[in-house]
């Protein structure tokens, strides 16, 4: 069998960095479009009554994801786009970063957000992170998605977890790093 080698993106790290983290706060940033399952995500945040949801990004879903956030409560806000400065300002806020996506290819918001230390929770069909080591995956639905930020919650090494991603990201912007799956 042959290998595939990906190869990470390069990050600003000086932009994307940890801030003084919102216990609370999870961030998803993307295209509001179906393969994205925000709305399974919204769902998943609802069941969590400590959650705090901020999903960035605009799309052809957008009032469609609105009235669903409006309908699960406070908790949940749809944002819109902002400016890379913004969105780095975010996720440097974050404790929690979400990639709820039913497929994608290594994207790049997952590397700004390890650099940003958030607690990493990403679709198992994305992959990016290595479950434990730079993140959390996750199945793709509603309890997979809300069982992974629990267990990303009560993890003893989530700090470490976090840290090691940024890492991962700085050796990668370095050129020493690329992922190989068999």
Not at 30 to 58: C, F, M, Q, Y
Not at 127 to 133: A, K, L, R
Request: hydrophobic share 45%.
């Amino acid at each position: 069998m042959s290998k595939v080698v990906v190869t990470p993106p390069k990050i600003d790290t000086d932009l994307f960095r940890p801030g003084p983290k919102y216990e609370n706060l999870i961030v998803s940033v993307g295209r509001l479009s179906p393969e994205k399952n925000h709305s399974t995500l919204i769902l998943a945040a609802a069941e969590l009554p400590w959650a705090l949801l901020l999903i960035v990004g605009d799309g052809p879903l957008r009032p469609q994801l609105t009235r669903l956030a409006g309908a699960v409560g406070r908790r949940v806000d749809v944002a819109g786009t902002m400016a890379n400065s913004e969105v780095a300002k975010v996720l440097g806020q974050a404790t929690y970063f979400v990639l709820p996506s039913l497929y994608d290819q290594s994207p790049k918001v997952v590397w700004e957000a390890m650099a940003s230390e958030c607690a990493c929770i990403v679709s198992a069909q994305v992959g990016v992170v290595e479950d434990g080591v730079t993140g959390w995956l996750c199945e793709p639905s509603v309890c997979g998605i809300s069982t992974a930020i629990e267990r990303a919650k009560k993890d003893p090494r989530r700090q470490a977890i976090c840290q090691a991603a940024r890492m991962c990201v700085f050796q990668a912007t370095k050129g020493d790093l690329s992922a190989s799956i068999l």
